[in-house]
């Protein structure tokens, strides 16, 4: 099975930027379709972006939409999220999932432990 450890979480100030990267042990993340979540304070759990396993394919939440890029590095068995204009509702928690198969977070088999993302305005 795969483990997943997320990292580039930290505090920026509105219209900063923020590399999130879900790094991967134990399989070749190539394997998986990957994903990431974010859960903000009360909230519950909601969808960023997701890459299917060749790359081939993304898919944004309406509220990322041309703010946010998802992409694998293959050499480092990562998948990165690039966070620009980053706004103070962007804040959470961020949490990257892999699926074997589907794309629904019901697929997601693998989760990692979270970083916190932290927009001040």
């Known amino acids: 099975q795969v483990q997943l450890v997320e990292s580039g979480g930290g505090l920026v100030q509105a219209g900063g930027s923020l590399r999130l990267a879900c790094a991967a042990s134990?399989?070749?993340?190539?394997?998986?379709?990957v994903a990431w979540y974010r859960q903000a304070p009360g909230k519950e759990r909601e969808f960023v972006a997701i890459?299917?396993?060749?790359?081939?394919?993304?898919s944004f939440a309406d509220s990322v939409k041309g703010r946010f890029a998802i992409s694998r590095d293959n050499a480092k068995n990562t998948v990165n999220l690039q966070m620009n204009s980053l706004k103070p509702e962007d804040t959470a928690v961020y949490y990257c999932?892999?699926?074997?198969?589907?794309?629904?977070?019901?697929?997601?088999?693998?989760w990692g432990q979270g970083t916190q993302v932290t927009v001040s305005s």
């Open positions: 999932g892999a699926s074997v198969v589907g794309f629904r977070e019901s697929d997601i088999g693998y």
């Open positions: 134990g399989r070749t993340l190539g394997m998986y379709h």
């Open positions: 890459i299917n396993k060749g790359s081939s394919w993304t």
